[in-house]
């Protein structure tokens, strides 16, 4: 598949789809020194759906390799963040035409540089979308940090460190929709409705580049 280059407010950004052939869908991402792979089985057979409902389950992981951090052998499954990813996910997916089956999805994040999971959840709604699951609309996560009296996107790790208040936000922009909002520290409201609005023009224009990539991906298929 095609990659798709990009600068994205001040981090390179590269989206790419197809990257794990054994997987029913899957994306790789990179934004400035954060890289993360997601792999996408199913829809399959799964007992505890038909148990429950007729809509369709999704499971979700996230977790990091032993070389991930700056702290070697530190890698390891994360439920907080694994909670966050199926959050942000579930009300974009049409759930209702999957019956009784599951949908698995499995984000690794390869480097950590800062804005680890809303880089995991924008790579695995692509990865959904890949994978040929039914959605409302793609889901995009931004974060921003409060810095004194700056505010800074998509930090990186050293910025994430000496924050004040952190938002991540996820939305289907097409929608207008937010899907999950996760704020941290002590924030004005002056300064929340700043941050607020920067995730959300920040999601829009990400997921421009997210339909891009899938527009590229599709194309190199027919050719």
Same mark, same amino acid.
């Given at each position: 598949?095609?990659? +798709?280059?990009?600068?994205?407010?001040?981090? !390179?950004?590269?989206?790419?789809?197809?990257?794990? +052939?054994?997987?029913?869908?899957?994306?790789?991402?990179? !934004?400035?020194?954060?890289?993360?792979?997601?792999?996408?089985?199913?829809? =399959?057979? /799964?007992?505890?759906?038909?148990?429950?409902?007729?809509?369709?389950?999704?499971?979700? +992981?996230?977790?990091?390799?032993?070389?991930? *951090?700056?702290? =070697?052998?530190?890698? /390891?499954?994360?439920?907080? !963040?694994?909670?966050?990813?199926?959050?942000?996910?579930?009300?974009?997916?049409?759930?209702?035409?999957?019956?009784?089956?599951?949908?698995?999805? !499995?984000?690794?994040?390869?480097?950590?540089?800062?804005?680890?999971?809303?880089?995991?959840?924008?790579?695995?709604?692509?990865?959904?979308?890949?994978?040929?699951?039914?959605?409302?609309?793609?889901?995009?996560?931004?974060?921003? /940090?409060?810095?004194?009296?700056?505010?800074?996107?998509?930090?990186?790790?050293?910025?994430?460190?000496?924050?004040?208040?952190?938002?991540?936000? *996820?939305?289907?922009?097409?929608?207008?929709?937010?899907?999950?909002?996760?704020?941290?520290?002590?924030? /004005?409201?002056?300064?929340?409705?700043?941050?607020?609005?920067?995730?959300?023009?920040?999601?829009?224009?990400?997921?421009?580049?997210? =339909?891009?990539?899938?527009?590229?991906?599709?194309?190199?298929?027919?050719?």
């Amino acid at each position: 598949m095609r990659v +798709n280059l990009m600068f994205y407010k001040q981090s !390179f950004c590269v989206f790419r789809t197809g990257a794990v +052939n054994a997987a029913a869908g899957s994306a790789y991402a990179e !934004f400035g020194n954060t890289k993360v792979i997601v792999s996408v089985f199913g829809p =399959r057979e /799964s007992k505890k759906a038909m148990m429950y409902s007729d809509v369709g389950r999704l499971n979700c +992981n996230v977790s990091y390799t032993t070389f991930a *951090t700056p702290v =070697r052998g530190q890698g /390891s499954d994360h439920k907080e !963040f694994s909670s966050m990813l199926h959050k942000a996910l579930e009300g974009a997916i049409m759930l209702e035409t999957f019956p009784k089956t599951t949908v698995d999805v !499995f984000a690794l994040v390869l480097e950590s540089g800062g804005s680890d999971i809303p880089v995991v959840i924008s790579c695995a709604s692509l990865a959904l979308a890949d994978a040929g699951i039914m959605m409302y609309d793609l889901v995009a996560g931004v974060s921003v /940090s409060c810095l004194g009296t700056n505010l800074v996107i998509d930090p990186i790790l050293e910025e994430e460190s000496c924050q004040d208040g952190n938002l991540m936000m *996820t939305c289907m922009p097409s929608r207008y929709e937010v899907t999950q909002l996760t704020v941290t520290g002590e924030w /004005s409201s002056a300064k929340m409705n700043e941050a607020m609005q920067l995730c959300l023009d920040a999601c829009s224009k990400l997921a421009t580049i997210m =339909r891009s990539c899938l527009k590229e991906a599709a194309s190199a298929t027919q050719d």
